[in-house]
């Protein structure tokens, strides 16, 4: 998985897990506090708050 550095505010949450809907998913992307990582082929886009 590749690495990126945004800080991110997850609530009550430790961290979130972005998987396939199958009988066995496969992990896509792991959301925490401080990074993301992503598979390979993927991105995780995130749209700010308008003020």
């Known amino acids: 998985m590749e690495k ?3 800080v991110f505010n997850l609530g009550e949450f430790e ?3 972005i998987e396939t809907d199958e ?3 496969i ?3 792991t959301i925490y ?3 993301a990582e ?3 082929g ?3 886009r ?3 708050k308008a003020d």
Request: glycine share 0%; aromatic share 8%; hydrophobic share 35%.
């Open 4 to 6: 990126e550095k945004p």
């Open 27 to 29: 992990t896509i992307a």
């Open 33 to 35: 506090p401080e990074e």
């Open 15 to 17: 961290h979130i897990i």
């Open 46 to 48: 995130f749209k700010p």
């Open 42 to 44: 993927y991105r995780i």
């Open 23 to 25: 009988k066995n998913p």
């Open 38 to 40: 992503v598979v390979k």
